[in-house]
Antibody, heavy 120, light 107 residues
Framework: QLQLQESGPGLVKPSETLSLTCTVS??????????WGWIRQPPGKGLEWIGN??????TYNRSLKSRLTMSVDTSKNHFSLNLSSVSAADTGIYYC?????????????WGQGTLVTVSP | DIQMTQSPSSLSASVGDRVTITCQAT??????LNWYQQKPGKAPKLLIY???NLETGVPSRFSGSGSGTDFTFTIRTLQPEDVATYFC?????????FGPGTKVDIK
């Protein structure tokens, strides 16, 4: 049973970089049919796709692309998100997730989510 | 970007009622649409994919239909455990986008 678990600071100061990690268990992050990604949810609001990283590259939401870096660490079976120059608008619950066989596909696996607050 | 709208934004129904939620896209997305259920404090859960396909293990009282720009999600007989927010999501085009959600509770 594939499981995903987010980790990282719950509080980030404005203008700094938000860094989160998603650890994958019950499966290999090297799997070529897996596309790893992030989705966020501001308090009381809807869901926003952030981007994906996979064996052959990455795809980012263009609204965040200039501030975003995602990577995979196969030795630790985890993938990471770095979002620079954050502001209060970046506050929310961040979910890591897995897509199968492409990003243009349903999202079958989700982490439980981690709340990140951007505040001085 | 493709914008997704949902209606209603919230509803209250009795146990056993039929519940219908609509989702509309700003352009034709064929049937590249998923429906998710999110219970309070939990991650979303996939219920319906590719417009009308029931995810494995999801009760058959849930169903989806539609194509193009107009989609419908139905709970045939509402159960207490169905209290949640339901989101549609298109995957025809990047960026992937979600509807604002419909909150369902029990009257």
């Amino acid at each position: 049973q594939l499981q995903l678990q987010e980790s990282g600071p719950g509080l980030v100061k404005p203008s700094e970089t938000l860094s989160l990690t998603c650890t994958v268990s019950g499966g290999s992050i090297n799997s070529r049919d897996s596309y790893w990604g992030w989705i966020r949810q501001p308090p009381g609001k809807g869901l926003e796709w952030i981007g994906n990283v996979y064996y052959s590259g990455s795809t980012y939401n263009r609204s965040l692309k200039s501030r975003l870096t995602m990577s995979v660490d196969t030795s630790k079976n985890h993938f990471s998100l770095n979002l620079s120059s954050v502001s209060a608008a970046d506050t929310g619950i961040y979910y890591c997730a897995r897509w199968a066989n492409g990003i243009a596909a349903p999202i079958h696996n989700w982490g439980q989510g981690t709340l990140v607050t951007v505040s001085p | 970007d493709i914008q997704m709208t949902q209606s209603p934004s919230s509803l209250s129904a009795s146990v056993g009622d039929r519940v219908t939620i609509t989702c509309q896209a700003t352009q034709d997305i064929s049937n590249y649409l998923n429906w998710y259920q999110q219970k309070p404090g939990k991650a979303p859960k996939l219920l319906i994919y590719h417009g009308s396909n029931l995810e494995t293990g999801v009760p058959s009282r849930f169903s989806g239909s539609g194509s193009g720009t107009d989609f419908t999600f139905t709970i045939r007989t509402l159960q207490p455990e169905d209290v949640a927010t339901y989101f549609c999501q298109q995957y025809d085009n990047f960026p992937l986008t979600f509807g604002p959600g419909t909150k369902v509770d029990i009257k």
